[in-house]
């Protein structure tokens, strides 16, 4: 038998260029998915304002009656307080806004719209093929 040591190296070279192929294949699919991710973490984070956090501070306000030396609670009231806590132009600031029972509901259909919404279109860029990012 003889060996055919052109044969061989053809045949070692060409393994060889395979993986290699392979491995630039696999780096430059992730140099393009981590381009595509600090572009869109760039888009995110070059809002004016970022959201932080949010708190809702509840609490019970008494209603004092005027014509009693006794201070009598005649009633209260309950308020409710939305704190939002959000970055600006690398300082963390906060609001409070003052919220009834009626814009908290408002609020919770505004809140499931937005997620529905998120929704519907995750769905069309899955079909489409296109990437999308989270912002968890």
């Known amino acids: 038998n003889t060996v055919n040591l052109r044969e061989i190296y053809l045949e070692k070279y060409s393994e060889d260029s395979n993986k290699f192929t392979e491995r630039l294949h696999k780096f430059l699919i992730l140099d393009k998915v981590f381009g595509m991710a600090s572009k869109a973490l760039s888009?995110?984070?070059?809002?004016?304002?970022?959201?932080?956090?949010?708190?809702?501070?509840?609490?019970?306000?008494?209603?004092?009656?005027?014509?009693s030396p006794l201070l009598d609670v005649a009633g209260a009231v309950i308020l409710h307080n939305l704190k939002i806590e959000y970055r600006h132009q690398d300082e963390k600031l906060e609001f409070y806004v003052s919220l009834d029972i009626d814009d908290i509901e408002k609020l919770k259909e505004q809140l499931l719209r937005a997620e529905n919404k998120n929704n519907v279109l995750k769905a069309i860029l899955s079909k489409s093929d296109i990437s999308h990012f989270n912002t968890d």
């Open 43 to 67: 888009l995110i984070t070059e809002q004016d304002k970022l959201f932080l956090t949010s708190k809702i501070i509840t609490d019970i306000r008494p209603i004092f009656t005027t014509d």
